[in-house]
T-cell receptor
Framework: DAGVIQSPRHEVTEMGQEVTLRCKPISGHNSLFWYRQTMMRGLELLIYFNNNVPIDDSGMPEDRFSAKMPNASFSTLKIQPSEPRDSAVYFC???????????FGQGTRLTVV | SQQGEEDPQALSIQEGENATMNCSYKTSINNLQWYRQNSGRGLVHLILIRSNEREKHSGRLRVTLDTSKKSSSLLITASRAADTASYFCATDAGTGNQFYFGTGTSLTVIP
């Protein structure tokens, strides 16, 4: 298996633009997590899906952020409109549900200018 | 917040020495995990310890858990330059499958 795949790896966008980050979890994994990493705030859990259903989105910072998981093999995190303070590395992770350990993608480095 | 705290924030040691990192958390947990993150990369799971366990070993890694103090430690023995990375503890919320990361310890192993 190729592991958790995130795209794009890097994204530079202008303030006010819509940004969509993509994640393909490991096949057979039924839990998916989106995290954001910054120097100031560390790793923050944004949202957690189980069997494609959002279970806990309390970490989503604002209404500008939305996440979807239309099927077991794909998830998106959208920011609309983007702001410079959204600049961070966004990680997607998945786990098989019967195990605790999670497998992380390589992350998307987002820069909003 | 569930987020734990780790200390030290940064640690620099000579190759061959042992490295100890500590993690403190706030609420009751079922599991505690340790992850490593190399610069510019994703996180990699190292070891899991359950709340009913006190110590666990995996290769050069030794993890302890003291639930009464809500703390854990990660010991890396005989460190190598390749161990240079950031190390994070992660705790669950007591229910559900989600987990929350600590602030991390940046380890530098000098060859």
């Amino acid at each position: 298996d190729a592991g958790v795949i995130q795209s794009p790896r890097h994204e530079v966008t202008e303030m006010g633009q819509e940004v969509t980050l993509r994640c393909k979890p490991i096949s057979g994994h039924n839990s998916l997590f989106w995290y954001r990493q910054t120097m100031m705030r560390g790793l923050e859990l944004l949202i957690y899906f189980n069997n494609n259903v959002p279970i806990d989105d309390s970490g989503m910072p604002e209404d500008r952020f939305s996440a979807k998981m239309p099927n077991a093999s794909f998830s998106t995190l959208k920011i609309q409109p983007s702001e410079p303070r959204d600049s961070a590395v966004y990680f997607c992770a998945s786990n098989p549900g019967d195990r605790v350990e999670a497998f992380f993608g390589q992350g998307t480095r987002l820069t909003v200018v | 917040s569930q987020q734990g705290e780790e200390d030290p924030q940064a640690l620099s040691i000579q190759e061959g020495e042992n490295a100890t990192m500590n993690c403190s958390y706030k609420t009751s947990i079922n599991n505690l995990q340790w992850y490593r993150q190399n610069s510019g990369r994703g996180l990699v799971h190292l070891i899991l310890i359950r709340s009913n366990e006190r110590e666990k070993h995996s290769g050069r890694l030794r993890v302890t858990l003291d639930t009464s103090k809500k703390s854990s430690s990660l010991l890396i023995t005989a460190s190598r330059a390749a161990d240079t990375a950031s190390y994070f503890c992660a705790t669950d919320a007591g229910t559900g499958n989600q987990f929350y990361f600590g602030t991390g310890t940046s380890l530098t192993v000098i060859p």
